[in-house]
C-alpha cells in the first residue's frame, strides 16, 4: 500500500508551479544524486536539458527553466534566499556558465542548453530529460513531474499509479472507508490516526517541529502579500489585490510581526462580508507571493496553495481566538491525509486533471480539516471533503500566458470559501443519509481527468488561455 506522509503533501518551496517549478528543481537534484550514485559526476562535460508536454507549454511562465538551473546549481527551494533567484540566473546568462552542484563549472547556454519540445511523451505529460556527455558517449535520464513536486521515473515499479513509497505505516491507508474503519477501532479522530502513522517514521519532537515549520512559512507568505504593493511579474500586468484588501479591512491594533498580525486581526470587526474578505484576502496574498517566485507550501501544489492557509487563518481569527499549535497541527495532519487518499486514488496534477485536481483538492483538504476543529465526526470529516470536491468537479486548468496568475489566484479565493461552506454543510449533515461517499468522488474526479480535453490539463491551449489575448492584458 501506499505510503504517503503528511510531509509529503505539505512541501516548502518555490513558486509558482510544483509540477513545473519544484518538481523541475527536485528533478535536477535527483539526477545530480544519480550521476553520484553511479561515479559520474565528476566525469560530465556537457549538460542538455529537454522539456516535454506540459512542462514545455507553460515552462516559461512557471519559470521552469529557473527551475532547472536551480536544482543543477545545488541549491535547496526550501532556504535559498528569494533574492538570490534573480542574481544566480543573470549569473549564469551573463558568464554562459553553470556552477554544476556548485562543485564544477561548465559551459551552459540557458538559450539553447534547456530545450522545450511540444511533443508530449507517453508516460506522463510533465517529462524532463537531462543529457550528458560521458567519456564520448551521451547519457540520457528521464524524470516526471507528477504534481505537488513529487517527482518519479518510469522504469520505478509501479510509478504509473504515483506512488511514492518510503515505509510501512502501522495503518495503511487508501481509501476514505479504511481510514474510518481505524478512526472506529482505534476510537481515535482522524488526527490521531494520522499522528500515529507518522510517528513510525519520526519523532513526536520532529512531527512537531516540521508542523510548524509549514505554519510558519504559510503564515509569513500571508503576512508578506498582505504587505506587499504594486504588479506581478510575467508580462499580464496584474496588480496585487492583497494589499488593496488588507489596507481597507485591517483596523486600528498595531503589530510589528505576523504573529502579533494574528491578535490584530482578531479585534477587527467580523460581520459576514468582512468574513468573505479576510477570507479571500488570505488566500489571493499567498497565491500572489507564489506568481512572484516566493515561498510557499505546497498544499497540495502551488498553484492551489493559499487554500488551507487561508482557512486556517479564518479559524484562528474568526472561529476560535483561543486557538493555538494543537490545532493547527490537527488541522495539517488530517489535510494531508485527505490530500494522500486523493493523490492515491486519482492525482493532484493538473497537468494531468485540470485545476480541480489542485483547487478542488486543496478545498476538500481545507473542509475536512476545518470540519474536525469544528468538533465533527471522522464521517463528516470526509463528508465536507467530498462536498468540496463534488463542486469542483471538471474545473480546468487554464492559465492565461502560463502564468500561475489569471484565473489560478482568484480560485484559491473561490475554494477557501467553498471548503468553509463545505465544513458547515457537513456539520449539520447526518453521514447517514450522504449519497455520495469521498471514495466515490475521489474516482469520479480521476475518471472526469481523464475524460477531459488535454487542452485544459495546463497547456494554455484552451479555456482562458486562448480566449483572453495578452494585448488585452
Given at each position: 500500500?501506499?505510503?504517503i506522509s503528511v510531509f509529503d503533501m505539505l512541501k516548502i518551496g ?460
Amino acid at each position: 500500500m501506499e505510503c504517503i506522509s503528511v510531509f509529503d503533501m505539505l512541501k516548502i518551496g518555490i513558486g509558482p508551479s510544483s509540477s513545473h517549478t519544484l518538481g523541475p528543481w527536485r528533478a535536477a537534484e535527483r539526477w545530480i544524486s544519480e550521476l553520484k550514485a553511479n561515479n559520474t559526476f565528476n566525469l560530465v562535460e556537457t549538460i542538455q536539458v529537454d522539456l516535454y508536454g506540459s512542462l514545455s507549454l507553460t515552462g516559461k511562465g512557471h519559470a521552469t527553466d529557473y527551475a532547472v538551473m536551480l536544482g543543477l546549481t545545488g541549491a535547496n527551494p526550501e532556504t535559498l534566499p528569494i533574492i538570490d533567484i534573480e542574481t544566480t540566473i543573470a549569473s549564469i546568462k551573463a558568464t554562459e556558465t553553470i556552477p554544476f552542484n556548485n562543485e564544477k563549472t561548465l559551459s551552459f547556454q540557458p538559450e539553447t542548453n534547456i530545450i522545450f519540445n511540444k511533443k508530449f511523451l507517453p508516460f506522463h505529460s510533465n517529462g524532463i530529460t537531462f543529457s550528458t556527455i560521458i567519456k564520448g558517449k551521451k547519457v540520457k535520464s528521464t524524470f516526471y513531474s507528477i504534481g505537488g513536486g513529487f517527482v518519479v521515473k518510469e522504469e520505478r515499479k509501479n510509478a504509473k499509479k504515483n506512488f511514492e513509497i518510503k515505509c510501512s505505516f502501522p495503518y495503511p491507508i487508501d481509501k476514505g472507508l479504511e481510514l474510518l474503519k481505524f478512526c472506529k477501532d482505534l476510537n481515535k479522530p482522524i488526527s490521531e490516526v494520522v499522528l500515529e502513522n507518522e510517528k513510525s517514521i519520526r519523532s513526536e519532537t520532529e512531527i512537531d517541529y516540521e508542523l510548524k515549520r509549514i505554519w510558519d512559512t504559510m503564515l509569513e507568505c500571508m503576512y508578506t502579500g498582505c504587505h506587499t504593493e504594486g504588479h506581478l511579474p510575467g508580462g499580464l500586468n496584474v496588480r496585487r489585490r492583497a494589499f488593496d484588501m488588507h489596507t481597507r479591512l485591517q483596523g486600528t491594533s498595531p503589530y510589528t510581526s505576523p504573529v502579533e498580525w494574528i491578535y490584530a486581526i482578531r479585534n477587527t470587526e467580523v460581520k459576514f462580508r468582512q468574513i468573505l474578505k479576510w477570507v479571500s484576502c488570505f488566500a489571493l496574498s499567498v497565491n500572489e507571493v507564489n506568481a512572484a517566485l516566493g515561498r510557499v507550501v505546497t498544499a497540495p501544489t502551488n498553484g492551489s496553495a493559499g487554500v488551507i492557509p487561508a482557512v486556517l487563518m479564518y479559524y484562528l481569527v474568526i472561529e476560535n481566538h483561543d486557538g493555538n499549535f494543537e490545532d493547527i497541527k490537527k488541522f495539517l495532519l488530517v489535510a494531508g491525509e485527505i490530500g494522500s487518499i486523493f493523490k492515491k486514488g486519482a492525482t493532484i496534477s493538473a497537468a494531468m486533471g485540470g485545476c480541480q485536481a489542485e483547487i478542488g483538492v486543496s478545498s476538500a483538504m481545507a473542509a475536512g480539516a476545518l470540519t474536525e476543529l469544528l468538533g465533527g465526526s471522522p464521517e463528516q470529516v470526509l463528508v465536507a471533503a467530498e462536498i468540496a470536491m463534488e463542486h469542483h468537479l471538471g474545473l480546468t486548468c487554464d492559465p492565461i500566458g502560463g502564468l500561475v496568475q489569471i484565473p489560478c489566484i482568484e480560485r484559491n479565493a473561490m475554494g477557501a470559501i467553498k471548503a468553509i461552506n463545505a465544513a458547515e454543510l457537513a456539520l449539520d449533515t447526518d453521514p447517514n443519509n450522504v449519497k455520495v461517499p469521498l471514495d466515490k468522488v475521489v474516482n469520479t474526479m480521476w475518471e472526469t481527468a481523464k475524460d477531459m480535453n488535454s487542452k485544459y490539463k495546463e497547456t494554455s491551449e484552451g479555456g482562458l488561455a486562448v480566449s483572453v489575448n495578452l494585448s488585452d492584458c
